[in-house]
């Protein structure tokens, strides 16, 4: 997409950039020097992000992704044990992993190069995952101790067929982008370089639809996480 298609920031907060492109959000985790890791300034930034494309009635969908080549690397371990936690009241890890009741329209994860630990989490959160071929899903937690609490353990199995996916989390991965699809993590992989204009393509052929439809379906495919099978 042209850069004359995309007007500049609307809001900021540290590490996260936010841009209206027509009825989409596209919200970016930008701190590519730690290849997008995650802080609490990066949690409350996407707070704030989520809110605006709550608020705003010309926004149907959103789009996340990471700057620079990078989705996430997940939690940023260089921040001292005593600081913030990038988990808020409410939300859940990074603003996400326990926000689905309070938002109503789709977000899009676009997956470039890593999607680790806390990324792979955030990812996970969304609604859809378009990934690059080349992109890197995996769990690390499994190879250095703590494990994925965000939504990392529970995710694979939920969103990828039950026979295959139970093997992802325990072995730490990782995958790339085709392997993510057969994973069930991944719901459209792309070329390098393209998730981006492909995850804007998706929100923008949403928003031709009824207005009221992919929020009420969403509620439907979310709700169906807490049935039992029966």
């Not at 608020?55 to 940023?76: M, W």
């Amino acid at each position: 997409m042209a850069d004359t298609d995309m007007p500049g920031p609307l809001a900021g907060r540290d590490g996260v950039r936010v841009q209206r492109v027509c009825s989409t959000l596209l919200i970016t985790i930008d701190r590519p020097r730690t290849r997008n890791t995650l802080t609490a300034a990066v949690a409350a930034g996407l707070a704030t992000a989520l809110a605006a494309l709550e608020a705003d009635t010309g926004l149907r969908a959103g789009v996340l992704t990471g700057a620079k080549g990078n989705f996430s690397a997940g939690t940023d371990l260089e921040v001292p044990p005593t600081g913030a936690s990038p988990t808020l009241p409410g939300r859940g890890f990074a603003a996400l992993a326990e926000a689905r009741a309070g938002r109503t329209k789709p977000l899009i994860a676009a997956v470039e190069g890593l999607a680790l630990g806390g990324g792979l989490e955030l990812a996970l959160a969304c609604d859809l995952i378009v990934a690059a071929d080349d992109a890197t899903f995996g769990p690390p937690e499994a190879g250095s101790g703590p494990y994925a609490a965000g939504g990392g353990a529970i995710g694979p199995p939920r969103r990828g067929p039950r026979h295959l996916a139970p093997e992802f989390p325990p072995t730490g991965g990782p995958v790339g982008g085709a392997g993510a699809r057969r994973l069930g993590l991944a719901d459209r992989v792309t070329g390098p370089g393209e998730a981006v204009a492909v995850a804007i393509g998706i929100a923008e052929w949403l928003a031709c639809g009824a207005p009221l439809a992919p929020s009420e379906v969403r509620k439907l495919v979310r709700a169906a996480d807490d049935l039992p099978r029966a």
